[in-house]
């Protein structure tokens, strides 16, 4: 079994960052893609970004220039960088990944998720 713990939400004013971490603990697997998620009330959930073993990156449109994903393999740990906060980002955002075991996938799973407020 895998655990995705995230951290790092919190209150930010509009335009101001905030930087997030989901690590992944457990036994016998290995981490593939990981990506970051957000929800706000009302609306669908859709991938913010999403990053690669090897460290290809994809972003959604509206996020793109301001928000940086990045992962520490050695760590099990994939990071979320915000910047220019904008009030309407705010959300739920929760850590995704792939998780692998041999050569099959085990399961995608899903993390804490951290609650992000963007307000002046």
């Known amino acids: 079994q895998v655990q995705l713990v995230g951290s790092g939400g919190g209150l930010v004013q509009p335009g101001g960052s905030l930087r997030l971490s989901c690590a992944a603990s457990?036994?016998?697997?290995?981490?593939?893609?990981m990506g970051w998620y957000r929800q706000a009330p009302g609306n669908e959930r859709e991938l913010v970004a999403l990053i690669t073993t090897t460290g290809s990156t994809n972003y959604a449109d509206s996020v793109k220039g301001r928000f940086t994903i990045s992962r520490d393999n050695a760590k099990n740990t994939v990071y979320l960088q915000m910047n220019s906060l904008k009030p309407e980002e705010a959300a739920v955002y929760s850590c995704n990944a792939r998780v692998d075991s041999g050569s099959r996938t085990r399961c995608i799973c899903w993390g804490q998720g951290a609650q992000v407020t963007v307000s002046s």
């Open positions: 457990g036994s016998n697997f290995r981490l593939n893609a």
